[in-house]
Each structure stands twice: as structure tokens, then as C-alpha cells.
């Protein structure tokens, strides 16, 4: 699901839908955390597959540092918590400014993220 999650952010990149473009990729990386927990054997809440979108920094606080190292685990989790802000404006906030480098931005953090958890021990 993140993999095809960034392929979309791609594309609505390329054709200029920047607000998707954001959404995209914050859902790309939603995905890729969800499954990195979770192969990590934590378990999402009760009648859940996954966990309330604010929580996921604190997710990522509690349970990756021993995978990814101290460092690697902040900036993960600085990103997490950036493209949920992002994701938010993006769908939500007609006031926002989402232009084609803010989506860039988003898309190449997605990757980036990505690229981290699918390294992970």
C-alpha cells in the first residue's frame, strides 16, 4: 500500500494536483509505519488495523529507536509528524498555500521515510 500511495503522489505531482499530491504522501507513510509496527509485532487497538494518525510520532518514539538507531528514528519521527500537519492542510484548510514545492517536499520526505523503514533490521 505505500508503494502504490507514493506512485499516486507521483503522479498527481506530475499533473499538478499538489494538494493530493501532499495527501499521497503522507498516506504512503502512514502505510509504510503501520506495516513496520506491526512487523515489529506491536499491536494496533482493539478492533483496529491501525492506529489514530496524531499517535503515530509517539509510535514511532516508543518502538523504533532499537531498529533504526536514535537518530534515524527522530528524523522519521519529525517527518511522520510533518506530513500529518501537511496531509491536514492539504485536505482540509482552504487557507493553505500547496504549491509544487511544498508536494516535492512531501513526496521526497514520503521516500525518504520509506527508504528507512524498508531498511530496518
Keep these: 500500500m505505500a508503494k502504490d500511495s507514493l506512485e499516486a503522489a507521483g503522479q498527481c505531482l506530475r499533473i499538478q494536483c499538489y494538494r493530493s499530491a501532499v495527501s499521497r504522501s503522507y498516506y504512503a507513510i502512514f502505510s509504510a509505519l503501520t506495516a513496520a509496527l506491526h512487523s515489529k ?3 494496533s487497538p482493539a478492533r483496529r488495523e491501525t492506529w489514530p494518525h496524531r499517535s ?4 514511532v518514539r516508543a518502538h523504533l529507536p532499537q531498529r533504526l538507531g536514535r537518530g534515524r528514528a527522530a528524523n522519521v519521527r519529525r517527518l511522520v509528524g510533518q506530513a500529518y500537519k501537511n496531509r491536514v492542510n492539504a485536505d482540509y484548510s482552504t487557507k493553505a498555500t ?4 511544498t508536494a516535492r517536499r512531501c513526496l521526497a520526505d514520503a521516500s525518504a521515510v520509506i527508504h ?5 533490521p
Design 98 to 101: 500547496i504549491d509544487a514545492q
Design 56 to 59: 503515530l510520532p509517539d509510535l
Design 116 to 120: 528507512l523503514l524498508e531498511a530496518m
Design 41 to 43: 509485532g506491536v499491536a
